[in-house]
């Protein structure tokens, strides 16, 4: 495949030849490119890898309707529970049709929880995994199996994780151990005992504040250390890491650093989290969601992380253009790297890989000006790369 007449992160137009699902070659445009991809002077990026989802609670496609969540992760799961079955849509189809969606707009790389708990069983898991079996020509998606409601509150939970390790799932989640189920050693035993069991990943959902957020981190960085976990964990959320000092938050990136733990963000408005910046200079891998998608927990999502780009940018009062592109960077290789071991992580707030010859051909084609302007206008005439084939042209996925 030869994509013709497209900007590199926005460099000079080059004509970029594909094999074996790999960048082969990248050369300055040649008018006389016999092309298969006309790229019309479009940038081109490495395709979005969406790190934090919950496929299995959205809903997307569908009409909008009054939030009746309270606050908190105990009502928020409880509003869950009494709505999500009588959506107007089956599940698996609300969750194949949001991938699709995803796809459509860029992303093909996807970290999706799948709620598993003793009211919806092992439901939402099988969802998530027929959509991942459905598209996995378009998408690489891995699957969390993710006890939203607490391991321990509710007797059964722990047996239900580890059917849902054996039924596919390759990531196992925990929740704030210290607030949900008032245990962090019984609820980080359960965690880091099915990963080692399975030889799963874990991923952390950390709401929790200050000083408790802090104790509980420090519980996993311990684990870490001790269990030899370097590169096999992730802290989502944990957006108020960086609200106790500026001792305390150089310490908890550099533990992060030296341990490879990796963080992911939904770009909240948050004012205690720690520097985007400061992560990704020490080396930090860190990559972006954008968490719920329509759904009961709340109205934001639609399935396009440009938008989500956007955010994160706004919210970190982003406005030069190195770090607006440093927003981009975190949200498609970023978020590679946390899905896959082969991926370099940034090497620095102006690195800007995934377009190297030798690279996966996961790329995405958006109009714009510049990196920044792309992020601003978030344009829809996209195309969609995965594995060195077109996978979705006009927001729209191709069917094989």
């Known amino acids: ?3 013709s007449d497209v900007r590199p992160w926005g460099g000079e ?9 790999r960048i082969a070659a990248v050369r300055p445009h040649s008018p006389s490119a016999q092309a298969t991809v ?3 002077g479009r940038l081109l990026f490495p395709a979005f890898s969406d790190v934090h989802v919950h496929l299995d609670s959205t809903r997307i496609g569908l009409p ?3 939030h009746t969540g309270g606050p908190g992760v105990v009502a928020m799961m409880t509003n869950d529970r009494e709505n999500w079955r009588s959506a107007e849509v089956p599940l698996p189809a609300r969750v194949a049709g949001t991938l699709e969606r995803m796809i459509a707009h860029g992303t093909t790389r996807v970290r999706s929880y799948a709620q598993v708990d003793v009211d919806c069983r092992l439901e939402k898991l099988d969802a998530v995994l027929a959509a991942r079996e459905k598209f996995a020509d378009q998408a690489e998606v891995q699957v969390m199996a993710f006890a939203q409601a607490g391991i321990l509150r509710e007797p059964g939970t722990l ?17 704030d151990p210290c607030t949900l189920d008032r245990d962090p050693k019984g609820h980080l035993d359960a965690v880091f005992g099915l990963a080692e069991k399975h030889q799963a990943e874990v991923d952390i959902h950390l709401h929790e504040p200050g000083h408790l957020g802090l104790f509980s981190t420090d519980l996993v960085i311990e684990r870490v250390r001790a269990l030899d976990m370097r590169g096999k964990v992730t802290m989502s959320h944990a957006y108020d890491l960086g609200s106790i000092s500026e001792s305390v938050s150089r310490r908890v990136i550099d533990d992060f650093a030296e341990l490879d733990i990796a963080m992911t963000t939904v770009a909240p408005s948050a004012s205690g989290q720690l520097s985007l910046v400061d992560l990704v200079a020490s080396g930090v891998r860190i990559g972006l969601g954008e968490d719920g998608q329509r759904d009961y927990w709340s109205p934001y999502g639609n399935c396009d992380l440009l938008d989500r780009t956007w955010q994160l940018a706004f919210t970190r009062g982003f406005r030069q253009d190195s770090l607006v592109e440093l927003a981009l960077a975190v949200a498609t290789m970023g978020g590679a790297s946390i899905m896959s071991p082969s991926v370099a992580r940034l090497a620095g707030i102006d690195d800007r890989p995934g377009l ?6 996961d790329l995405v084609l958006v109009d714009g000006e510049t990196p ?9 005439d996209r195309t969609v790369v995965h594995n060195g084939v077109v996978v979705a042209d006009g927001l729209t996925v191709l069917k094989r």
């Open 1 to 3: 495949m030869l994509i």
């Open 38 to 40: 006309e790229g019309r």
């Open 13 to 21: 137009r080059s004509d970029v030849e594909l094999s074996g699902g």
């Open 356 to 361: 190297a010859v030798g690279d996966r051909a």
């Open 372 to 380: 920044t302007s792309a992020v601003m206008d978030r344009g829809k």
């Open 159 to 175: 047996e239900l994780l580890d059917a849902a390790m054996r039924s596919g799932a390759t990531v196992i989640g925990g929740i």
């Open 64 to 66: 909008f309707r009054p």
